[in-house]
Every structure is written in C-alpha cells, then in structure tokens.
C-alpha cells in the first residue's frame, strides 16, 4: 500500500468513488511534480513512503524517478481513479486532475525520454476521447483561452 493510500481513511462522509478520486489527484500530482523535478535537475531526492522523522534522503538518479512516475500514472489509468471530465458546479473542477491529465503526462513522459512513436500512440488516445478542441490562436493566450476547451490541466491562480 502507497503512503497516499495508507493516508486516506476509511470515511463515512465520501463515497469509495470520491476516495478513490482523491487518491487519484494525489497520484497526478505528485507524479507531475517528480516529472518536473527530474526534467529540470536530473535526479533528486525520491520519498514515497511515510518516513517524515528522517532528514537524511538520498538523491535518486532520473530512472528511479521515471519509474515512480510511471507507477502512479499507471495506478492512476488502470484503476480508472480520474474521471474524463468533472460534473460538478460550474467553476468548482477547475483546475483538477482528469484521466485526460493523466494519460498527457503519461505520453509526455514518453516524449522527454525519446520515445516518440509510445508517446504519439497515448496522445492520439486522449485526442480521440473528443474531449478536447483547438482554439483559434488568437485565443489561446487570451483570458477567453483561460480553462478552455483546449486545456488538459491548468494551475488556477486567484489574483483578487
């Protein structure tokens, strides 16, 4: 059992679909923040399970890293534990892990390591499930491109 697993109580408040959800965004992102992390030093330290007493963390090289991406990003497609889109009110899944979030990373991980025909075959996957259109360039970078259709995962910043 992963520590975000092992860190997500039983409850009697959320469903096991919004557990396994919760688990799922944890999974993304802490896979996304690990892809960045190798991509800009190379290696770093790797703690995947509950050892908070211990300062003393020694640095991963890259394919160890690669590998804990890889699993959490796999746990997160086989389990189905992201759904394509979020139902909820308007405004309140921004800016959330989807399945298409997942799969992207899965493919851009593919890309950065050179794997290139892996990564066209996941991409063309999220490409197909239509969930997804092309903007116009002129709003790509506009705030009317902000969440838009074209968006797999976005940041939310709040400036007010």
Known sequence: MSAISARTPDSKIASAQVKGQLIGEAKFLRALYY?????????????LEDN???FDMATSDADPIYAAI?????DIIQ???LPWTYNGSEGQEL?????GAARSLRAKVHLYRGQYAQAATLFKQVIDQNVYQ???????????????????FE???NFR
Do not use: C, I, Y
């Open 35 to 47: 892809f960045h992390l190798v991509n800009f030093w190379g290696k770093g330290p790797l703690l």
């Open 52 to 54: 908070f007493n211990s």
């Open 70 to 74: 890889e699993k959490d990003r796999d």
């Open 79 to 81: 389990d189905g534990l």
């Open 95 to 99: 800016g959330r892990a989807t399945m």
């Open 134 to 152: 092309l903007l116009p360039l002129e709003q790509v970078f506009t705030l009317a491109g902000d969440n838009g259709p074209e968006s797999v």
């Open 155 to 157: 940041v939310q910043f």
